[in-house]
């Protein structure tokens, strides 16, 4: 009995140890926690994967990184904006075409679903924007 006793304590502690290091996220997938007065971009939903700290505007994404350096065009999935001010993305670079509206204090953490949506002044309704943000501004 004591001698399976030692055997599992000698086995055990690094096996915890181990399962530990397989379940701790990796920095790419750690999610950015965006602070007050921000407004984060996120590649994936639920706020996860890379993120761009967003400010004044992006007239063409294609000319845009997340902070790992990914291209942003096409491809922003959540938002938080913990600003006082309304962030506004367009489908086409230069604010052309339809128009996503997240207001100050919003979050939206999957664009495929209800993201108010503006072409002109007229509303859309909540549509999937999704991975089609090509620039942006804030108010």
Do not use: H
């Not at 997938?29 to 706020?47: E, F, H, P, R």
């Not at 922003?76 to 128009?99: A, E, K, L, M, P």
């Not at 939206?108 to 002109?120: A, E, R, Y």
């Amino acid at each position: 009995m004591k001698r399976t006793r030692a055997i599992l304590a000698a086995i055990g502690a690094p096996a915890i140890v181990a399962v530990g290091l397989a379940v701790a996220p990796t920095a790419a997938n750690a999610a950015y926690t965006c602070g007050s007065g921000q407004v984060c971009l996120y590649k994936d939903i639920n706020y996860t994967n890379t993120v761009r700290v967003f400010s004044g505007s992006i007239s063409d994404f294609q000319f845009a990184n997340y902070s790992n350096g990914t291209n942003m065009n096409d491809s922003v999935s959540s938002i938080i904006n913990n600003s006082g001010t309304t962030f506004q993305g367009w489908y086409d670079n230069n604010d052309g075409g339809i128009r996503a509206v997240v207001g100050a204090g919003a979050r939206i953490p999957d664009m495929t679903k209800n993201v108010p949506v503006f072409f002109g002044g007229e509303f859309l309704g909540g549509q999937n924007f999704n991975d089609v943000m090509s620039s942006a501004r804030l108010g």
